[in-house]
T-cell receptor, first 111, second 115 residues
């Protein structure tokens, strides 16, 4: 059973701090990794995708991938109250292009 | 219209009703997906259509019937649903390529309540 694990939280950080969200996956053949943000009552919105080991930065967001350790993380710098949401990790492995989803981590940024 | 649209946004139906959910993507993608999102569960993939052909059916009960008339439109026909089918139903689309790195984009979802 291919799995994606995330700490459900809630993760609470003060405004301006760095929020660190982690995700581990079981399928070593996984090739594509995605972070989505989902506000309450809304649909998932893509934040970042990453395919190679290392860091990928986009504005205040940095995704980090370590295939040897089978984890992918998302760092949010200068966290804002508007970043308060559930962050979903999704992993695409092999040839079937099927995304395996984590349960999500709830992030609360306190003013 | 841009992105992925879904109608209706909210739906309340009885167990004996028949209704349909509609999804339309304006991104020129060639694959479309139906997901179910319930509380405390990961997103559940229900159906995948690739170039209008169904390529995935994740053991979904027959009371859910998908239809994909073309690569831009996707429907989910509902009949004799159960209260446990109440959930957020999400449509997504992606552009399938050879690299396997296709990204899925979601519509706003339909919040379904079965009484």
């Amino acid at each position: 059973q291919k799995e994606v694990e995330q700490n459900s939280g809630p993760l609470s950080v003060p405004e301006g701090a760095i929020a660190s969200l982690n995700c581990t996956y079981s399928d070593r053949g996984s090739q594509s990794f995605f972070w989505y943000r989902q506000y309450s009552g809304k649909s998932p919105e893509l934040i970042m995708s990453i395919y190679s080991n290392g860091d990928k930065e986009d504005g205040r967001f940095t995704a980090q991938l370590n295939k040897a350790s089978q984890y992918v993380s998302l760092l949010i710098r200068d966290s804002q109250p508007s970043d308060s949401a559930t962050y979903l990790c999704a992993v695409n492995g092999g040839n079937n292009r099927k995304l395996i989803w984590g349960l999500g981590t709830s992030l609360a940024v306190n003013p | 219209e841009t992105g992925v649209t879904q109608t209706p946004r909210h739906l309340v139906m009885g167990m004996t009703n028949k209704k349909s959910l509609k999804c339309e993507q304006h991104l020129g993608h060639n694959a479309m997906y139906w997901y179910k999102q319930s509380a405390k569960k990961p997103l559940e993939l229900m159906f995948v259509y690739n170039f209008k052909e169904q390529t995935e059916n994740n053991s979904v009960p027959s009371r859910f019937s998908p239809e994909c008339p073309n690569s831009s439109h996707l429907f989910l026909h509902l009949h004799t649903l159960q209260p446990e089918d109440s959930a957020l139903y999400l449509c997504a689309s992606s552009q399938l390529g050879t690299s396997g790195t296709d990204t899925q984009y979601f519509g706003p979802g339909t919040r379904l309540t079965v009484l």
